[in-house]
């Protein structure tokens, strides 16, 4: 079992930036690999970004060259910076962890972290 807590979701208008954090607990197998989903209003959920323990990281398409994602292993947290945000950021924001990057989607989820860009 694994435990996620989000937090830095808010209200941000175009062009700024937001800063989200989770933090794990539980089983450390399973925080091998950890990311970041985003569903937005009668969107699918699509990956944001995912990082591995080894630091590999994959992006989505629609992120690249704007958000950062990084983790900190000692206390197992990860962190994605967003920058230049657009209204199409706008989307609830799930941490999640697996122990493959194949796995991610069905791994261990959070509750979601509202992120809203005003144009």
């Known amino acids: 079992q694994v435990q996620l807590v989000e937090s830095g979701g808010g209200l941000v208008q175009a062009g700024g930036s937001l800063r989200l954090s989770c933090a794990a607990s539980?089983?450390?197998?399973?925080?091998?690999?950890m990311g970041w989903y985003r569903q937005a209003p009668g969107k699918e959920r699509e990956l944001v970004a995912a990082i591995t323990r080894g630091l590999f990281t994959n992006y989505g398409d629609s992120v690249k060259g704007r958000f950062t994602i990084s983790r900190d292993n000692a206390k197992n947290t990860v962190y994605l910076q967003m920058n230049s945000l657009k209204p199409e950021d706008t989307a609830v924001y799930y941490c999640?962890?697996?122990?493959?990057?194949?796995?991610?989607?069905?791994?261990?989820w959070g509750q979601g972290t509202q992120v809203n860009v005003s144009s």
């Open positions: 539980g089983s450390i197998f399973s925080m091998n690999v």
């Open positions: 999640c962890v697996a122990a493959t990057m194949a796995l991610l989607r069905f791994g261990s």
